[in-house]
């Protein structure tokens, strides 16, 4: 199992920008596949984000061109840099490890979950 421990989360005004991190324990962190989703009350947890092992990105339509996922694999770590944030985006963000290391959507696909951070944007 790999430990996945977010930070970065905080409140913001709608228009700034905030860079979340999830720090990944295990040794072979450079073949996993990440990903970030989202989570606000009331609502089902979406996604947002995803990263492989190469470099291949994938972004949730209502992020696209706001939001960059990256890695640093010397520092098994994964990053979500938000810019240009909408009070929609406010919500419980999570980084999770994809089980088949692919690129994905799809949630049950992750197994290995973050206790999430909050970002919350203020209009």
């Known amino acids: 199992q790999v430990q996945l421990v977010e930070s970065g989360g905080g409140l913001v005004q709608a228009g700034g920008s905030l860079r979340l991190s999830c720090a990944a324990s295990g040794r072979t962190f450079s073949s996993y596949a990440m990903g970030w989703f989202r989570q606000a009350p009331g609502k089902e947890r979406e996604f947002v984000a995803a990263?492989?092992?190469?470099?291949?990105?994938d972004y949730a339509n209502s992020v696209k061109g706001r939001f960059t996922i990256s890695r640093d694999n010397a520092k098994n770590t994964v990053y979500l840099q938000m810019n240009s944030l909408k009070p929609e985006d406010t919500a419980v963000y999570y980084c999770?490890?994809?089980?088949?290391?692919?690129?994905?959507?799809?949630?049950?696909?992750?197994?290995?979950w973050g206790q999430g951070t909050q970002v919350t944007v203020s209009s």
């Open positions: 999770a490890r994809n089980k088949y290391s692919s690129l994905s959507r799809r949630r049950y696909e992750y197994d290995d």
């Open positions: 990263i492989n092992w190469s470099g291949a990105t």
